[in-house]
C-alpha cells in the first residue's frame, strides 16, 4: 500500500487485523552549528537544516479522529513543528498494545529521528501529505 496522506496512514492502521499503536514524533528543523553561508541561505529560504525531535506521542487509531485532530492537539500542547515521523507498531491479536510497552520503540523512533535514520518512519508535512526526505 503506498501511503499518501496521514489520514491513510490512520485507515490503514484501522484496517489491521491485529490492533496497531501510532507512534509520532514531531520535528522541526533548526541551522546546524558551524552552518556555511550557503547552508544559511538555505535555511533561511526555507530549505534544508537538521532535524530535532519537539515532542512525541503514542496513540491508538481509535483516539485520533483525523490529521486536524492531532494538528490541534499538537498546537495545544506543543511548540511549531514542520514534520511529524510516524510508525506504527503492532499488538497482539485482540490486544492493543499500551502505552508502556510503546515507550521504548517511542523513545527510539526519537533517538532515530535526532540522528537521521529514518527508514521506516512515514513523514507527513503540517497538511498530513508523506514527502520525501532528500
Known amino acids: 500500500m503506498n501511503i499518501e496522506t496521514f489520514d491513510q496512514l490512520l485507515a490503514a492502521a484501522r484496517a489491521q487485523p491485529t490492533p496497531q499503536r501510532l507512534l509520532m514524533v514531531f520535528a522541526g528543523a533548526e541551522l546546524p552549528a558551524g552552518a556555511s553561508p550557503a547552508q544559511r541561505a538555505a535555511f ?9 525531535p519537539l515532542m512525541c506521542v503514542d496513540k491508538s487509531p481509535a483516539e485520533l479522529a483525523n490529521f ?3 494538528c490541534e492537539e499538537a498546537r495545544r500542547i506543543g ?9 506504527a507498531l503492532s499488538g497482539r491479536p485482540g490486544q492493543l498494545l499500551d502505552e508502556q510497552a510503546a515507550e521504548a520503540p517511542l523513545q527510539q523512533m526519537v533517538e532515530s529521528v ?3 535514520r529514518l527508514a521506516g518512519l512515514i513523514p507527513f508535512d503540517t497538511q498530513g501529505n508523506a514527502v520525501q526526505l532528500a
Open 44 to 52: 533561511e529560504a526555507g530549505v534544508g537544516g537538521e532535524l530535532t
Open 68 to 70: 486536524a485532530a492531532l
Open 79 to 87: 511548540p511549531p513543528w514542520q514534520l511529524v515521523f510516524a510508525a
Open 114 to 116: 535526532r540522528t537521521g
